[in-house]
């Protein structure tokens, strides 16, 4: 991927160009807003990693230019505030998921991934695998074309599952994929909707797997 990072602290704007580069992505790194914004005119990206607390505007600021011009790029904002009502600002801003100081590059590494795999998804119209249907911009499943009921958290883990078949989704990638912004999903609540949704796929020439100790596999039956 391409990527803009703005982030004011040098210290860690360059270990996380260092950590992001040898991952393969190709990164454009600042430190101040107006630099970010002046970049977003001149090339494409395929996310943005901003800062909040930066030192010639709020990065809410920035993003909210940035939505009002119409662009969907995926945005991950990095903040040390620890008001809850920051976070829920950012979201309604535009902003697509949220990191905060401290954090392990890992995890950083890894929500940049989720992020590509959400925008793609979302250009996508439908995504199809055997009988079972999803309509990514409605949120929507159908069976064989017949609605398929789902809560939320159905629909959460089930387009997990469907987008990554036939490989394993570790049980840690559904957990992030169900948790809000201020807690996490229980590992048993995983096991619930996982339970849910084998009744509600039982007939559909699918099987949802538990791979032990890793994940959830859903996959074709076969013959």
């Not at 199809?128 to 249907?133: E, I, T, V, Y």
Request: aromatic share 4%; hydrophobic share 45%.
């Amino acid at each position: 991927m391409r990527l803009l990072l703005i982030e004011d602290d040098e210290a860690l704007r360059e270990a996380m160009l260092e950590a992001l580069r040898a991952e393969g992505h190709a990164v454009d790194a600042f430190g101040r807003g107006a630099h970010g914004l002046a970049a977003l005119q001149d090339a494409c990206y395929d996310a943005l990693v901003l800062d909040l607390g930066l030192p010639d505007m709020d990065g809410l600021m920035l993003l909210r230019r940035l939505r009002e011009r119409g662009d969907g790029l995926p945005v991950l904002l990095l903040t040390a505030r620890a008001d809850w009502q920051d976070r829920v600002r950012g979201l309604d801003e535009g902003a697509d998921d949220y990191l905060g100081k401290p954090f392990v590059l890992p995890e950083l590494l890894a929500r940049l991934r989720a992020l590509a795999r959400r925008h793609s998804l979302a250009h996508a119209a439908t995504l199809q695998l055997g009988a079972l249907s999803l309509d990514i911009a409605q949120r929507q499943a159908s069976a064989a074309g017949l609605p398929l009921a789902l809560t939320p958290r159905e629909w959460a883990v089930l387009l997990e599952l469907a987008s990554s078949s036939p490989r394993v989704v570790p049980k840690r990638r559904l957990t992030q994929s169900l948790s809000e912004w201020d807690h996490e999903v229980s590992a048993n609540a995983i096991e619930t909707q996982v339970s849910r949704l084998r009744q509600k796929l039982d007939g559909l020439g699918l099987q949802l797997d538990t791979v032990r100790g890793v994940g959830y596999r859903l996959l074709q039956a076969g013959p």
